[in-house]
């Protein structure tokens, strides 16, 4: 009997131990889905970069500190995000805490492979001269960094390459990386990870870059983009569905066969912001042609687009923007727009096709440039060097840092709370007592060093005095922890 108890004790023990963590997305049509619930996703996102340009190096990036992580995953929860853009990063760095804090916060990520260093970026002007194989190692390193977190939603392979008639050859580069990344994740990932283009909102040449990235080659299908981001900030002050054009950028989206949402949105022409443009984004028109959007951007910098502003101590002001944004999120009725359509899973793209663009300096042709030299064996044999990325454990409870209110008023108890597996952030979820504030989610492997990932395994306590990990602070095991002394009781 005692034998018996013992193998319970272990199997639940191993249990516990488990990742909680957010289901992969797919793209299905023109919808993100729930692989496993095949329920339709809908982006409620912040653009997270924390510092701007000047917050990124070789030594930093926004998702390579957990204590920075874990302060703004748990804003984040209170305000009902639940997907983040992050457009610099550096693969060598450790990102397993902060991939896991988002995970366990139900919160997905979407990334930019490329960065304003050297070999960073395609060259708009002259994209041939930056399309080298140094470049690809800052592309698929991201990747590699990145293709073991299921709440990877996706990469951008490029943002805004293509916003003005000079660059005339950028496209065909684009739609290469593009085809190069996707060939690469077929062989070196566990799973199809969508890779898409965040555009500039210049009309005269939106539908033809949307139409350019979305249109199949009979000859390289791998180079269609699995989804298309938008930059728009034409929904200003208190606007309307008319007056912002939304209307306009509804119908032309309406016929889409991928998904198309906002990457970028939130004007501040008219402060403070009060986010009407929500209530639009995620109504019943433009639910049948976007798939939500991310608001620019988390943190105030020069350009005064924060939802929070980060003193130099790392404490945090919640701005009045933020207040808004968690206004109009709290208002979605989030079991509509996560309602699956047949109708908008079963669309088939267009073939390319001259005629599909309608702007005489837009190129018109799908000549795509050939890999440089060494990329066939990077995605044959995958990157030398390369990162390691793995969950590691993660323990939600109350973060060190100071939050105030717009008004200096402190907001206290902010926690990250860790969700059950298989959940998302959900507005207002967190505002009910759950037995989340309690409970505990851990991953086998944690990183050691910046480029290897070392086996470790988390282990839960039984006891109320939980200790902290990894800096974190930890929490009890609820009434789980009671369960394990029941056993322990009978042994």
Partial sequence: MVASYSGLLTAICALAGSAAAVTPLKVQGKDFVNSKTGDRFQILGVDYQPGGSSGFSKDSDPLSDGDICMRDAALMQRLGVNTIRVYNLEPSLDHNKCASIFNAAGIYMILDVNSPLTNGYLDRSAPWTTYTNAYYKQVFGVVEAFKTFDNVLGFFAGNEVINEEATRLAPAYVRAVIRDMKDYIAKQADRAI????SAADVREILMDTSNYFECDMKNSTSSRADFFGLNSYSWCGDASYKSSGYDVLTQDFSNASLPVFFSEYGCNAVKPRIFTEVQSLYGEEMTQAFSGGLVYEWTQEENEFGLVKIEDDGSVETLVDYDNLQKQFNKLDISRISASNDTQTSVTPPTCDPSLITNSTFYNAWNLPEAPSKVSDYIKNGLPHKPVGS?????????????????GNEIKNVELK???????????????????????????????GTNTASSASGTATKTNAASSLNGFPAVTLGGLSGFFMLLASLL
């Fill in 194 to 197: 969508p890779v898409g283009y």
């Fill in 391 to 407: 969950l590691v454990p993660v323990t939600g409870g109350k973060i060190s840092q100071k939050v105030v209110d717009h008004n």
């Fill in 418 to 448: 860790v969700l059950a597996n298989d959940a998302v952030n959900t507005p207002s979820a967190l505002n009910a007592d759950t037995s989340s504030n309690s409970s505990t989610s851990s991953a086998t492997g944690s990183a050691s």
